[in-house]
């Protein structure tokens, strides 16, 4: 079974904190995903990555950045945490580089920023 | 880039009943269709998918429509139970990322 695990269930930081959200998956996949989930607003992607190093914005990639300097492992940073930075946070992997294939989730983290 | 709207955004049926979510998309460039379920305190598992090639896909009590020239899609689940109660989320497949629908809460009635 594919696994995809997330650092933290729960995270509460301060205003101006820097994060780092941990993801890592089993299944030697190339692409992995960073969302996040907010009520009404569905999943939004942040950033995605289709293999070592590489990475490309999402839809709503301001106030992140991401890191991926091995395939199993793709870290989503908050360089400065702000209030409308709460939500929840999903990470994502599949396989065949840039194609539409099945997305596996990880369980999410839920982020509060104070 | 691509929109999809997902509706309703929450249902109720009796157990034993149909129930129907629909979604429409913007880009006719998209080609591939995936829904998603997702448990409470879960992340979201695809449950079917289905490619710009093909019309319609079933797998058990699940079904997937796909009409490329109106630009929608629907799911279909029969005899419903109340393990399919959660949130069902569609998406299509663009420009190497997937965009989601709002999501629609479904209830299952005992």
């Known amino acids: 079974d594919v696994k995809v695990t997330q650092s933290s269930r729960y995270l509460v930081k301060r205003t101006g904190e820097k994060v780092f959200l941990e993801c890592v998956q089993d299944?030697?996949?190339?692409?992995m995903f960073w969302y996040r989930q907010d009520p009404g607003l569905g999943l939004r992607l942040i950033y995605f990555s289709y293999d070592v190093k590489m990475k490309e914005k999402g839809d709503i990639p301001e106030g992140y950045s991401v890191s991926r300097e091995k395939k199993e492992r793709f870290s989503l940073i908050l360089e400065s945490a702000s209030t409308n930075q709460t939500s929840m946070y999903l990470c994502?992997?599949?396989?065949?580089?840039?194609?539409?294939?099945?997305?596996?989730f990880g369980p999410g983290t839920r982020l509060t920023v104070l | 880039g691509e929109n999809v709207e997902q509706h309703p955004s929450t249902l109720s049926v009796q157990e034993g009943d149909s129930a129907v979510i629909k979604c429409t998309y913007s880009?006719?460039?998209?080609?591939?269709f995936p829904w998603y379920k997702q448990e409470l305190g879960k992340g979201p598992q695809l449950i079917i998918d289905i490619r710009s090639n093909v019309g319609e896909k079933k797998d058990q009590r699940i079904a997937v429509t796909l009409n490329k020239t109106a630009k929608h899609f629907s799911l279909h689940i029969t005899e419903t139970q109340p393990e399919d109660s959660a949130v069902y989320f569609c998406?299509?497949?663009?420009?190497?990322?997937?965009?989601f629908g709002a999501g629609t809460t479904v209830t299952v009635r005992a």
């Open positions: 880009d006719s460039a998209s080609n591939y």
């Open positions: 299944m030697d996949h190339e692409n």
């Open positions: 998406a299509a497949y663009n420009d190497y990322k997937l965009s």
């Open positions: 994502a992997s599949s396989f065949g580089t840039l194609t539409p294939n099945e997305q596996f």
